[in-house]
């Protein structure tokens, strides 16, 4: 009877010890969500923020190549 005793009182520090540890996981997986929420935002804001450098510089390149183009056909017209 005694070890049927004690085998239930380990079994129940068990499950209290395994209650804290699931407690603490789940501490964990929420921040481990929210961290990846703001890796995708910031993700979202770079790659937004590069689409507009890179859609200016074309821009700005395609100004400048009808610039030139403008000052060689004023060149061969004169």
Do not use: C, F, P
């Not at 481990?32 to 935002?41: F, T």
């Not at 074309?58 to 400048?64: F, G, L, Q, T, V």
């Amino acid at each position: 009877m005694y070890n049927k005793k004690l085998l239930e009182q380990i079994s129940t520090l068990i499950d209290q010890k395994l209650e804290s540890i699931k407690t603490q996981l789940d501490t964990v997986e929420m921040k481990v969500e929210l961290v990846n929420k703001k890796i995708d935002i910031s993700q979202e804001e770079t790659i937004d923020t590069l689409s507009k450098l890179i859609t200016s510089s074309y821009e700005m390149n395609a100004k400048r190549i009808k610039a030139l183009e403008d000052h060689l056909q004023n060149l061969h017209t004169q």
